[in-house]
């Protein structure tokens, strides 16, 4: 028995992995070195999966001070380096994740990853968790020049993976994900333990899935 896809594009920032612990300590490391207040892992936790741009920006007007263009080209690369050289020390797979992957790529289901992350980071990630070769394709918003919502990043994907959007359905835990898929006339699962500020139920998902167990059950249910 398999599941009525062909493809399952997966978020990866809190969708398939818990990666806020070092994003939250890579960005108070960098207010810090300014001589700025840390954020409380609350105030960061909303400011994920929008790009590090989008990050940086979100905890500055957090501390009520804005930041501008030249000021943030100052920080953004020491920022990304700290990041990128810490990207898994606390960062991991949410439960059930991988077993639910490695079940559809049983099946021959492809099993992607689009991203708002971008690639330079996305790759240390994967490599750091041992997910090499386990999600293919991996497309970051920097490969198409947009972010989802916007759904470039996943008509490109289902390019490369090689189905239409009837034949695969997105993963993911926030707005721009569903809108994304909306958009790319895809359905979508939404996953109730991720960054989202919205309330999972509101994302406009197709269905929510509170563990990645549930996940090959409600992909049945389509």
Same mark, same amino acid.
């Given at each position: 028995?398999?599941? /009525? ?61 804005? +930041? ?11 920022? +990304? ?22 079940? +559809? ?31 293919? /394709? ?19 994907? +289902? ?64």
């Amino acid at each position: 028995m398999t599941v /009525p896809f062909k493809a399952v594009i997966f978020d990866l920032d809190g969708t398939l992995a818990d990666t806020r612990p070092d994003l939250h300590a890579a960005l108070n490391r960098g207010l810090e070195r300014e001589g700025k207040p840390p954020l409380t892992n609350e105030q960061s936790v909303s400011l994920i999966g929008g790009g590090a741009d989008k990050m940086l920006r979100g905890a500055y007007d957090i501390l009520g001070e804005p +930041l501008s263009d030249e000021e943030l080209d100052r920080i953004f690369d020491e920022f +990304l380096e700290d990041y990128r050289a810490n990207c898994v020390v606390d960062t991991e797979f949410f439960p059930g994740a991988l077993a639910a992957v490695a079940q +559809l790529r049983d099946w021959a289901v492809v099993t992607g990853i689009c991203t708002n992350k971008r690639s330079s980071l996305t790759g240390p990630v994967l490599e750091g968790l041992g997910a090499n070769g386990t999600f293919e /394709p991996v497309v970051c918003y920097d490969q198409v020049g947009a972010r989802k919502p916007d759904p470039a990043p996943l008509n490109r994907a +289902l390019e490369l993976a090689g189905v239409s959007a009837g034949e695969a359905i997105m993963v993911g835990d926030s707005a721009a994900d569903t809108g994304a898929a909306r958009n790319a006339g895809m359905k979508s699962i939404a996953v109730s333990f991720g960054y989202t500020d919205i309330p999972p139920d509101r994302l406009g998902a197709d269905a929510l899935i509170d563990h990645f167990d549930e996940l090959i059950p409600t992909l049945r249910k389509f």
